[in-house]
């Protein structure tokens, strides 16, 4: 019998496979998976449907529900939460709470720009949520480039950030409405069967519509590829940053591998559903590729695709060579996009003060936990 098992991020069948190991029907299996997902309960002794002598066994095997722990909470002054989430073997991620937030994906477009934060009481928020401890693509605006990659996460990792926060914020998924984006540490496409084993989770266990949830890459073209293909997958967000091959490779070196033109021709045949968009994602770096001429190449490479895109002034951090454009550059960028017919939005820094903000996660400790 294991050691440490976590029940956590096992689908039905697996779940099935748990209890024939310990000769208990096979309803006992939807028992667990209802409690882990629908009810969401934290601890063993909570799974009342299953007789006390069943979880007294599972305890004894070292099984668990393997919830993550939260190390450290840092508040932002706009109520942005940015969680410090440990798994079993000590390693952490970093999982972001945006009450009223936008950040990343409000589906129209409607919730974006530069509106102050009107209340600091929610209806809805959105939770970003890590793939990886650390990450290894390497892009040179990210502060979670600096920490290499340490390891995939589990599906049951992946999913965990998402059930700890909305137990901390007490969420309730029928009164709330809660979006989900993959936008944290890490890169979904490079742990791909976790990422969408913990999609599938929630989708089926949990209960989220897949429209309320966005996945951004930077480009892993042949997993885009598979993704179109899946019957139950989140909206595509792409990082996008720079529309001409040499100054993309430059910030984003994956480039190399996969480059734009393979990048493009395979959102070229990305089925979209029903009133779905693509998302593009430009962090603007002052003066690297915030100028007007950017700002066409990417006009002129988007042409033809029903996308939008999200313009993100760099937020900075330590070790990051760049800096923040001024706000008349965003918008002058902005504004040729606009003029070009194709949507663009300025995303609202969210939880910058606390190195919440995208491009910022990195455990940055140095901030007072609450
Ligand atoms: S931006 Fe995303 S893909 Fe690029 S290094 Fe950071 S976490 Fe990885």
Known sequence: MPQHSELLGLCLQQLTDVTDRFGEPPYRARQLFDGLYRQRWSQLEQFSPLPADFRRRLHEAGYSVGLPRSEARFLSEDGTVRYLLAFADGQ??????????????????????????????????????????????????????????????TAGEILGQILAVMQDQQVDLERDRLNLVFMGQGEPFLNYDNFMQAVRLLVDGVGFTESRMTVS??????????????????????????????????????????????????????????????????????????EAVHAREVAELIRGLRAKINLIALNSGPDIPFSTPAADRVLAFQRILRDAGIPAFIRRPRGRDIYAACGQLKHTTELVGL
Do not use: H
């Open 92 to 153: 952490s991620v970093e999982t972001v709470w945006m009450p009223e937030g936008d950040g990343g994906e409000a589906g129209d477009g409607s919730a974006s720009g530069d509106e102050e934060l009107e209340s600091k009481t929610w209806s809805r928020a959105t939770i970003c949520v890590s793939s990886q401890v650390g990450c290894a693509v390497d892009c040179k605006f990210c502060m979670t480039a600096l920490l290499g990659l340490l390891r995939n996460l």
């Open 217 to 290: 890459t930077s480009g892993i073209v042949p997993r885009i590829a598979d993704f179109a293909a899946e019957a139950v997958r989140p909206k595509l967000a792409v990082s996008l940053n720079a529309a001409n091959e040499a100054l993309r490779t430059q910030i984003m070196p994956i480039t190399k591998k996969w480059t734009i033109e393979k990048l493009i021709a395979s959102l070229r045949n990305f089925p979209l559903r029903n009133r779905e968009r693509l998302t593009f994602e430009y962090v603007l770096l002052n003066g690297v590729n915030d």
